[in-house]
């Protein structure tokens, strides 16, 4: 999976696993493991957490693949913040 793209959901609790199912789907999308799925949705987790977003405001992410893995930047209330993943390049 090589194409960006933005997903935008609320920033209430209620929604915030929506956005880390995806994030961790797009880690396994470009190559990686169910385990570096984990990781990037993780670090995304605990980058949301530290926004303390109000319930009210929306998160939007912004997802970038490379070479090396992928890249997530996360705005919300005028913050943002950027995670990221590597991921090893498939020797088959």
């Known amino acids: 999976m090589s194409m960006p793209f933005k997903l ?3 920033a209430d609790h209620r929604f915030r696993s929506v956005a880390l199912d ?3 789907k797009c880690a396994e999308l470009a190559g990686g ?3 570096d799925g984990q990781a990037l949705a993780q670090a995304l987790s605990e980058t949301v ?3 303390a977003p109000d319930a009210q405001a ?3 992410l912004a997802f970038h693949f490379s ?3 992928v890249e997530v930047t996360a705005t919300c ?3 943002s913040s950027t995670v990221r993943h590597a991921i090893p390049v498939s020797k088959t």
């Open 8 to 10: 935008s959901v609320p």
């Open 22 to 24: 995806v994030t961790a």
């Open 33 to 35: 493991s169910v385990a």
């Open 49 to 51: 957490k530290s926004m």
């Open 58 to 60: 929306q998160l939007e």
């Open 67 to 69: 070479r090396g893995g």
């Open 77 to 79: 209330g005028g913050r």
